[in-house]
């Protein structure tokens, strides 16, 4: 197992000491559509690691290009059941999941190895994503929490695979799109279990002061003060209108750094699925800069975003 290189509370400090932030990564499973990966499949970006792991990688490198900190592997649908379901045995599935990080570890290996781009810069990190329960459900769970799942039986579904992921070369684990507190209660379980690991913990929101399952932020927030292994605690997936008050609300109780990964605003329907057009969910990239006024470190961006818009988030942080 790895450890992590920086003490547990300054995890990120090498970052914020020199720029003051923390620049994330976008969307992975929406920037390899857009490059013509055909993701209508249960497995999502999962599946684009048994088809075109070089895709994936070349993804992993313009986002360090743009000017991203942390790549965010492509491993957020990569569950065992899910890969069982396409009869993928353990030994393959692991093999892949594994494979996930070594592909954002390579990618910022070779960006880093030329010196251009190291100017002004501080070697990039790479986050290994666990998404949600919804997500290997692929119905849309993961934006409302109402699984029916005791603690228990949650930590059940991620032990293997946080296992699996905790073994890689990763530099932190990436808890995200977590919608309920019962969710999150049983990742930060996990994670003690883990105890040379890291992460941070990051909610779907259904507005500016409830997860997607209900539960007031500030508890979400609270949830995390007591783990030294959690380095951020945050939102992401969520459209940007609600962002501003979430960390406004988190800020007041958080004891860790805050992070924002929001969507682009349009809305994902599960049913027809297919992105539905953003109508008042706010413009991204007007609002990034009140997102850092309300307390966040770490900014990037979720579904729907790409390098250019990384590009463009890059400007705003350092000029704020």
């Given at each position: 197992?790895?450890?992590?290189?920086?003490?547990?509370?300054?995890?990120?400090?090498?970052?914020?000491?020199?720029?003051?932030?923390?620049?994330?990564?976008?969307?992975?499973?929406?920037?390899?559509?857009?490059?013509?990966?055909?993701?209508?499949?249960?497995?999502?970006?999962?599946?684009?690691?048994?088809?075109?792991?070089?895709?994936?990688?070349?993804?992993?490198?313009?986002?360090?290009?743009?000017?991203?900190?942390?790549?965010?592997?492509?491993?957020?649908?990569?569950?065992?059941?899910?890969?069982?379901?396409?009869?993928?045995?353990?030994?393959?599935?692991?093999?892949?999941?594994?494979?996930?990080?070594?592909?954002?570890?390579?990618?910022?290996?070779?960006?880093?190895?030329?010196?251009?781009?190291?100017?002004?810069?501080?070697?990039?990190?790479?986050?290994?994503?666990?998404?949600?329960?919804?997500?290997?459900?692929?119905?849309?769970?993961?934006?409302?929490?109402?699984?029916?799942?005791?603690?228990?039986?949650?930590?059940?579904?991620?032990?293997?695979?946080?296992?699996?992921?905790?073994?890689?070369?990763?530099?932190?684990?990436?808890?995200?799109?977590?919608?309920?507190?019962?969710?999150?209660?049983?990742?930060?379980?996990?994670?003690?279990?883990?105890?040379?690991?890291?992460?941070?913990l990051s909610f779907s929101c259904r507005d500016g002061g409830h997860t997607s399952h209900g539960e007031p932020v500030e508890e979400a927030a609270l949830l995390?003060?007591?783990?030294?292994?959690?380095?951020?605690?945050?939102?992401?997936?969520?459209?940007?209108?609600?962002?501003?008050?979430?960390?406004?609300?988190?800020?007041?109780?958080?004891?860790?750094?805050?992070?924002?990964?929001?969507?682009?605003?349009?809305?994902?329907?599960?049913?027809?699925?297919?992105?539905?057009?953003?109508?008042?969910?706010?413009?991204?990239?007007?609002?990034?800069?009140?997102?850092?006024?309300?307390?966040?470190?770490?900014?990037?961006?979720?579904?729907?975003?790409?390098?250019?818009?990384?590009?463009?988030?890059?400007?705003?942080?350092?000029?704020?």
């Amino acid at each position: 197992m790895k450890s992590s290189q920086r003490g547990n509370a300054g995890f990120f400090d090498a970052f914020f000491e020199k720029s003051g932030f923390v620049l994330l990564d976008g969307g992975m499973a929406t920037e390899l559509e857009r490059r013509g990966a055909i993701l209508d499949d249960p497995l999502w970006s999962a599946k684009i690691l048994l088809e075109r792991p070089d895709l994936i990688r070349q993804v992993h490198h313009d986002y360090f290009i743009a000017g991203a900190d942390v790549a965010t592997t492509a491993s957020y649908q990569a569950t065992f059941e899910g890969f069982a379901k396409r009869g993928l045995g353990k030994q393959e599935a692991a093999r892949l999941m594994r494979s996930s990080v070594e592909l954002a570890c390579e990618a910022r290996d070779v960006f880093w190895s030329k010196q251009e781009n190291r100017a002004g810069r501080t070697k990039p990190l790479v986050a290994a994503s666990v998404g949600p329960y919804g997500a290997y459900l692929a119905d849309g769970s993961e934006y409302q929490g109402d699984y029916g799942l005791s603690v228990a039986e949650l930590m059940d579904f991620h032990r293997e695979r946080l296992e699996v992921l905790a073994e890689t070369d990763a530099d932190l684990l990436a808890f995200e799109t977590v919608p309920c507190l019962a969710e999150a209660e049983a990742l930060l379980k996990l994670l003690e279990q883990l105890p040379g690991r890291v992460a941070w913990l990051s909610f779907s929101c259904r507005d500016g002061g409830h997860t997607s399952h209900g539960e007031p932020v500030e508890e979400a927030a609270l949830l995390t003060n007591a783990s030294h292994q959690v380095v951020a605690v945050g939102v992401n997936c969520t459209a940007p209108i609600y962002v501003e008050e979430v960390l406004k609300r988190m800020a007041a109780v958080a004891q860790k750094p805050l992070l924002a990964y929001p969507n682009s605003g349009e809305g994902w329907d599960a049913s027809a699925r297919c992105w539905l057009p953003a109508g008042s969910a706010g413009d991204w990239r007007q609002l990034a800069s009140r997102w850092m006024a309300a307390g966040a470190r770490l900014l990037g961006g979720c579904c729907r975003t790409g390098p250019e818009d990384i590009r463009f988030l890059r400007q705003v942080c350092k000029c704020h």
